[in-house]
């Protein structure tokens, strides 16, 4: 489960802002943020290699999240490689996307986001029947469809465009205290999507905590949350500012990673 925040060509002086939780199981095996050989930097899977968030040259943006109550499928191929082909490669979002939903059906139930200077696409293997170019604007999404108003994207997205739109020198900083948001949605706000009541409430908030809870084992959420956050901003000129701060399993920062590149 997953959060992300994007203001698409919407700021005058910051044509792309992003702002994204990852959540999983802290025994996976994962690299925090780092300059990959083909100059991509995001974080990476270590079971599979892929990427669920990263930049990579010629101002290329990709994320994915997984979708909830998606029919499990056997012999899939991984999500994180469709993000990691786009960062290292060369074809435009819109041929991109339009190669990936040829064969959707080979990875299990995704959103996925790729852009570069230019544009920004979303496609998503279940719902939509082709992908579509996102108008500027602000966007959430987190394990639905695209700005489907589960109480944490509906907050979370009034709160960063307000952040987006009035801040003055919006920071990486500041985006990535706007997803350390750790209050649980009310029981009457929560969505209806195939989880028990108690896990709807545990996965509510922005910021998942790695609760205590002995039905733990029942939920499938022991040793379950936040591991990082991450804030990305990218001006008119070209420069990028990408920020990565994780987290132990008790919701602790730990470390960050701090990268800034020029135009190209």
């Not at 701060?245 to 590149?261: C, E, I, K, M, V």
Request: hydrophobic fraction near 35%.
């Amino acid at each position: 489960m997953c959060l992300i925040f994007i203001g698409h060509r919407s700021h005058k002086d910051m044509p792309l802002i992003v702002a994204a939780n990852r959540d999983e199981f802290f025994a996976r095996e994962t690299r925090q943020a780092h300059c990959w050989d083909d100059g991509v930097i995001a974080g990476r899977d270590g079971r599979a290699g892929g990427t669920w968030l990263g930049i990579g040259p010629n101002s290329r943006f990709a994320a994915i999240t997984n979708r909830r109550g998606s029919a499990p499928k056997d012999g899939i191929r991984s999500r994180g490689e469709l993000t990691a082909n786009f960062l290292r490669g060369s074809a435009t979002p819109a041929d991109y996307a339009a190669s990936i939903a040829e064969n959707g059906q080979d990875y299990a139930g995704f959103n996925l986001l790729i852009g570069d200077a230019d544009s920004l696409y979303y496609l998503n293997n279940e719902v939509l029947a082709a992908p579509r170019e996102l108008a500027p604007g602000y966007y959430g999404l987190s394990n639905g469809v695209l700005d489907e108003p589960w109480p944490k994207v509906s907050k979370g997205k009034q709160r960063f465009q307000i952040l987006a739109s009035e801040s003055q020198e919006l920071t990486t900083d500041t985006l990535i205290a706007l997803m350390d948001d750790r209050e649980k949605a009310e029981d009457h706000e929560l969505p209806s999507t195939g989880l028990t009541l108690a896990l709807e409430r545990r996965l509510s908030s922005a910021f998942i905590r790695n609760e205590k809870d002995p039905n733990d084992e029942i939920l499938g959420l022991h040793d379950y949350g936040t591991l990082c956050s991450t804030a990305l901003i990218r001006d008119q000129k070209g420069n990028v500012r990408f920020h990565e701060r994780n987290y132990d399993a008790l919701g602790r920062p730990t470390q960050s990673h701090f990268f800034h590149l020029g135009p190209g």
